[in-house]
């Protein structure tokens, strides 16, 4: 399993990330990110959660898969 970790000090809230993986990063009313279903990431989720980091313009994702 892979685990989802944001560092909000890089995060610029632009929410690239949740507009390619909507299930696991949400802007909420205030503007921040949050991880709606928290930082494990379901096995048939992976791709589309890899692409959202990758995503990312500030780095401020980092997905931690087994063997990382």
Do not use: W
């Not at 993986?21 to 802007?27: C, G, V």
């Not at 279903?37 to 995503?55: I, K, Y």
Request: proline residues 4%; aromatic residues 4%; negative net charge.
């Amino acid at each position: 399993m892979a685990q989802i970790r944001l560092d909000k000090s890089k995060c610029v809230y632009l929410g690239v990330c949740e507009s390619m993986s909507p299930k696991y990063f949400e802007l909420n009313d205030e503007g921040e990110l949050d991880l709606p279903v928290g930082e494990q990431v379901e096995h048939a989720d992976l791709d589309e959660v890899r692409q959202a980091v990758l995503g990312c313009p500030t780095e401020a994702l980092t997905l931690l898969e087994d063997g990382s």
